[in-house]
């Protein structure tokens, strides 16, 4: 956990991926709690195919425990359609090059 400025604890991104080799599906959702410039809390969540740059999209709360809430919320809705976490993981790299890349959240 990070302790902020204001003493809230607050956790890391959670980094979630869906891979399914039979069907070429390489994706990805980043999910995070971060405070903007205006002082609210925006729950910000990205996602797209593992090595593009993805969408982003940022929904602001007015605390960071409700900001949190629907972090969690969307974690399990993305964890019932598939998406879970990795740790080291071999990716396969979609540029062509022979080598291939490792990601760790």
């Given amino acids: 956990m990070n302790t902020q400025p204001d003493g809230e604890e607050?956790?890391?991104a959670v980094i979630l991926y869906?891979?399914?080799?039979?069907?070429?599906m390489h994706r990805f959702c980043r999910?995070?709690?971060?405070?903007?410039?205006?002082?609210?809390?925006?729950?910000?969540?990205?996602?797209?195919?593992?090595?593009?740059?993805?969408?982003?999209r940022n929904i602001p709360f007015?605390?960071?425990?409700?900001a949190q809430t629907a972090l969690d919320k969307l974690r399990r809705a993305k964890e019932r359609r598939g998406y879970h976490p990795?740790?080291?993981?071999?990716?396969?790299v979609e540029t062509g090059a022979p080598e291939k890349g490792t990601i760790e959240p």
Avoid at 18 to 24: D, G, H, K, S, V
Avoid at 62 to 66: L, Q, R, Y
């Fill in 31 to 56: 999910l995070d709690v971060q405070p903007d410039l205006f002082g609210a809390w925006c729950l910000m969540s990205e996602w797209g195919l593992i090595g593009s740059t993805g969408r982003t």
């Fill in 10 to 12: 607050r956790l890391p």
């Fill in 62 to 66: 007015s605390t960071p425990h409700e």
């Fill in 86 to 92: 990795l740790r080291g993981a071999r990716l396969p």
């Fill in 18 to 24: 869906r891979i399914n080799a039979a069907t070429r």
